[in-house]
């Protein structure tokens, strides 16, 4: 097999241009957190450094790199490194299948805006998401104190229920896409109307979406079941001994699920990069100014539901453990199985 | 027994359906989070904007002077008495012949001192004062790193003199 240069440079171009992007917005999130919240509470938020206070990310990352690092004397000190390490690697390894815009063709060949497109995309983002578990519970174990242990336990079990109901949510609509693609289910998604009906799959799965929503926001540890952090009950939950860069990579990792997990939300159910009317959009300009529209509309939707995850956590309290649990096993896994079991006889017996 | 009116019974029904399912209170609450955003913000940017006080505010002390620019400080130390805190010391000296002009009377403050961490901006010593000499300010008690730096002397008290400004 031949080494083809163009290519490497082609993805690891692509791969920067994302992690910088990703890592941008989810430093802007933290800024975003911060201004939603006091517009809820009728303050002003972040303001002093620099215009609307857009530099106070950069403020907050200078003075989380600069503050000393500890690493507690009983700690397993391998595995207090790298939980952290491990908590960021999955929080941008589930970016790679995400396709952020569609292909352009250009007389040269054909730049595809995503950085690899298998077949079991969904399947890979279950994965990796899965994976951060570890990153959680490596850092709670390491850290040798009963509170992070306990809180880690805790967020382990919390991430661990809701991936069950968020995969059969997504079993529903894998049914009617018939491919685990993400490249294919966003293709399915076309432009915003088609035959008779919307073809976003929000509108052919809405109890499928609320499932997965809600899901979402247990595996990203949001309010309402931000348990993981507890602040209350457990000190700071799992990352209580952390301190310096390494907390931030906790809190940093947090950020960027919020942003990867919005895109695959807007990916799966609201038709990712695709929008009404592209394809009249798409014949009067040119390929790449096409790319940079539907990049832009598949961020503006991401923040959108940004903002929505935003709005929630300043709404709603906490929910209890048992309450926690109540509601993930007891109500949205035997809800995703009726929807399921709609959504087959749905396609068994009406649409064919 | 009920002892006044205010209290109100707990309702203990099962939860309703609505109730249960929780999603009617989530809209209800984003309807209250999200109305936020439009109603008028409570912070008072403070360095460039600053609340008006109320006219009665108690600020720094000054040692005023006369119409002719002499101290009207004389040392008879009633601020003192009155200060509930024992935040007001002084020392009091003799005019010599030729101070006419600087102090009023026969007696004056040399040495006038007050600790404004002490101090707890009751105004007791205003009100003491006979030669009308000591008056509360508007100003807010600047910060500082010191404890020596909250003994205010008779030059960081004295305004200045009325004829010879800017002659510092």
Redesign the interface.
């Known amino acids: 097999m031949q080494l083809d240069i163009a290519f490497i440079i082609e993805k690891v171009l692509l791969i920067s241009v994302i992690l910088l992007g990703s890592l941008g917005i989810a430093m802007y999130a933290t800024w975003a957190e911060r201004k939603v919240a006091a517009v809820m509470q009728d303050r002003r938020g972040p303001n002093r450094a620099g215009f609307m206070g857009l530099l106070q990310p950069m403020a907050d990352g200078l003075k989380l790199f600069f503050k000393e690092e500890i690493i507690p004397d009983r700690s397993t000190r391998f595995l207090f490194i790298l939980g952290p390490a491990l908590a960021m690697l999955t929080a941008v390894m589930t970016s790679a299948v995400v396709p952020w815009g569609p292909d352009i063709v250009t007389e040269n060949g054909v730049i595809s805006l995503q950085v690899a497109d298998i077949n079991i995309g969904i399947l890979f983002i279950f994965g990796v998401v899965s994976l951060g578990v570890y990153g959680v519970m490596l850092g709670g174990w390491a850290s040798n104190n009963k509170f992070s242990l306990l809180s880690s336990i805790r967020a382990a079990s919390q991430a661990i229920s809701y991936e069950l109901a968020m995969g059969l949510s997504l079993v529903a609509m894998l049914m009617m896409t018939g491919s685990l693609s993400l490249r294919e289910i966003v293709e399915q998604q076309h432009g915003f109307w088609d035959a008779g009906y919307f073809t976003w799959n929000f509108f052919k799965q809405p109890l499928g979406f609320f499932i997965f929503l809600v899901c979402a926001f247990a595996e990203l540890n949001r309010a309402p079941f931000d348990l993981p952090e507890c602040e209350s009950e457990l000190n700071m939950g799992y990352h209580q001994e952390y301190s310096s860069m390494k907390l931030g990579f906790y809190l940093f990792a947090e950020y960027i699920n919020l942003f990867i997990s919005s895109t695959v939300i807007a990916t799966l159910f609201f038709g990712g990069y695709n929008f009404p009317f592209m394809d009249e959009v798409a014949a009067s300009v040119s390929p790449i100014l096409f790319a940079i529209i539907c990049v832009l509309t598949l961020l503006t939707k991401a923040i959108c539901i940004i903002l929505f995850f935003m709005f929630i956590r300043w709404t709603l309290p906490r929910f209890r453990y048992d309450q926690l649990m109540r509601l993930g096993w007891k109500s949205l896994i035997p809800l995703a199985l009726v929807n399921m079991v709609i959504t087959g006889a749905v396609i068994l017996w009406v649409i064919k | 027994m009920k002892l006044t009116n205010r209290s109100a019974q707990v309702n203990r029904d099962p939860m309703t359906f609505g109730e249960k399912i929780y999603l009617p209170a989530?809209a209800k609450?984003?309807s209250?989070?999200?109305g936020?955003?439009f109603?008028?913000?409570?912070?008072v940017?403070y360095p460039e904007e600053k609340r008006p006080f109320s006219p009665v505010f108690r600020g720094l002390h000054v040692l005023n002077r006369d119409e002719q620019g002499r101290e009207r400080c004389t040392a008879c130390g009633l601020c003192a008495l009155a200060c509930p805190a024992e935040a007001i010391t002084m020392e009091a000296a003799e005019r010599k012949a030729g101070e006419e002009n600087i102090y009023r009377e026969e007696k004056y403050a040399a040495k006038y001192e007050i600790n404004m961490l002490r101090c707890i901006f009751c105004g007791l010593c205003e009100e003491a004062c006979p030669k009308d000499a000591v008056y509360l300010s508007e100003t807010v008690m600047p910060t500082n790193y010191t404890r020596e730096s909250f003994i205010y002397k008779k030059d960081d008290l004295l305004i200045p003199h009325p004829h010879k400004q800017e002659s510092k």
């Open positions: 989530i609450g984003l209250i989070t999200v936020h955003i109603k008028k913000k409570a912070t940017q």
